[in-house]
């Protein structure tokens, strides 16, 4: 920003989610007068949602790990993230007034455990630096003439067009897997109509669907599946799973969704291998089956007194179409190893996140547009996927302050141009 400017210069940040808003307070703290506009009637409704069981804000796990769990997307995202690190994403909590803790499991979290605190003081630090907000504002494309200038509806009797022309403008409207809080991907359309590269929606942090038996579905949906190892294409993942109606949900799942889409597309179905007791070597379960057998005993009661419950009894049932091996070593390798496959992933809106959207191709370095000179892009409708565990969030809030910081840098080049 040009020390020179008479008046500061205006941005638009469009979506009240974290990037969003992390967005708008870098801007306003560097002195820039910023509106956030958004469709609904409150800001951060999915921040909230996120943080209804306990809001995981960021992770950790050494930075290197971290930038890993961005798969593909690591090179893309490495200098966004290390701009705002872990590190500086708890100690902005704590300038709000909420101290952050690391969990047993390495997962960061505010000590209230809750979204709302730390919301509402972020709300009121935003006002205090002047950020104005548009609610009810539903953004519906460029000016075609001029190509910067943004439209929107704004809520109310006559419906009425508000046509907007700031200096700078931030999107940070979402992915596509929350349509009960408008995070529904529909600004896809207006930017694949402005020629700008994208990439399709797709489900990620998800569960998979699977054809179960009648009997599996009455008997086993809703029963946990705990302390399970999912393998898909040679990567393991230890967790608790939960058989559906519809197929089988759970971190396990979840951490393969990239794997699992893969496979879908290249061969039409997922597979994975379910170690049903990660904590014992096949030997030891062979052992343990060799122990509980009496000859009278049926399977079920075989499996059970060999430590095997009820809902891994029926996977096994449904994994081999009700012919469960009596070979000892047979069916400890079945314990250790079973195969489940399918046909689909769960649908978009009951997937955490999605991949998918703006292609980093279209973008420089500073998150900007390289087509639209001053429009920046941050969170999830950029194209990348995490799994859950705090990754998410911190891309969110660290792709906001590099979009601002990009915006800041770029505006100051072309004012003293």
Request: one cysteine or more; charged letters at 20%.
């Amino acid at each position: 920003m040009s020390p020179a400017a008479a008046t500061p210069p205006t941005a638009a940040v469009v979506g009240g989610g974290p990037a969003g808003l992390i967005a708008a307070e870098t801007l306003a703290s560097a002195g820039v007068s910023v509106t956030v506009f958004d469709q609904r009637a409150s800001f951060g409704r999915k921040f909230l949602l996120a943080g209804r069981g306990g809001l995981n804000i960021t992770h950790s796990e050494d930075f290197d790990s971290l930038l890993g769990r961005y798969g593909n997307r690591r090179s893309a995202l490495e200098h966004v993230v290390r701009a705002f690190s872990p590190d500086d994403l708890r100690e902005w909590c704590a300038g709000l007034g909420e101290p952050t803790f690391v969990g047993t499991s390495g997962r960061v979290f505010p000590e209230s455990f809750k979204a709302t605190p730390l919301l509402r003081a972020w709300l009121a630090r935003l006002d205090g630096l002047g950020v104005k907000f548009a609610t009810r504002h539903h953004w519906n494309g460029w000016v075609s003439s001029d190509g910067g200038s943004l439209r929107f509806a704004a809520a109310g009797e006559d419906h009425a067009e508000v046509l907007v022309a700031p200096d700078i403008t931030i999107f940070a409207l979402g992915g596509a897997s929350w349509p009960r809080v408008s995070s529904d991907g529909g600004w896809l359309d207006h930017f694949v109509n402005a020629g700008v590269a994208t990439v399709p929606f797709a489900p990620t942090n998800c569960g998979v669907q699977r054809q179960w038996t009648p009997v599996m579905v009455e008997r086993f949906a809703g029963h946990p599946l705990k302390n399970i190892a999912i393998d898909v294409a040679g990567c393991s993942v230890r967790g608790d799973a939960m058989v559906t109606r519809s197929g089988l949900e759970g971190g396990p799942v979840y951490a393969h969704s990239a794997r699992l889409r893969e496979l879908l597309q290249a061969d039409k179905h997922w597979s994975m291998k379910i170690d049903l007791r990660p904590d014992l070597a096949h030997n030891r379960v062979v052992d343990q089956l060799t122990k509980a057998r009496r000859p009278k005993d049926s399977v079920s009661t075989w499996l059970r007194k060999a430590g095997v419950d009820k809902v891994r009894v029926a996977l096994l049932r449904e994994a081999t179409g009700n012919a469960i091996p009596t070979v000892v070593d047979d069916l400890a390798g079945l314990i250790k190893a079973l195969p489940l496959a399918g046909e689909a992933m769960m649908p978009i809106d009951r997937a955490i996140s999605t991949a998918g959207g703006i292609s980093f191709d279209a973008l420089d370095n500073r998150l900007m547009l390289q087509s639209r000179p001053g429009i920046f892009l941050a969170g999830e409708m950029l194209d990348w996927e995490a799994p859950t565990g705090g990754y998410l969030l911190q891309a969110c809030f660290s792709s906001g302050v590099a979009a601002a910081n990009g915006a800041l840098v770029w505006h100051d080049e072309n004012a003293r141009s």
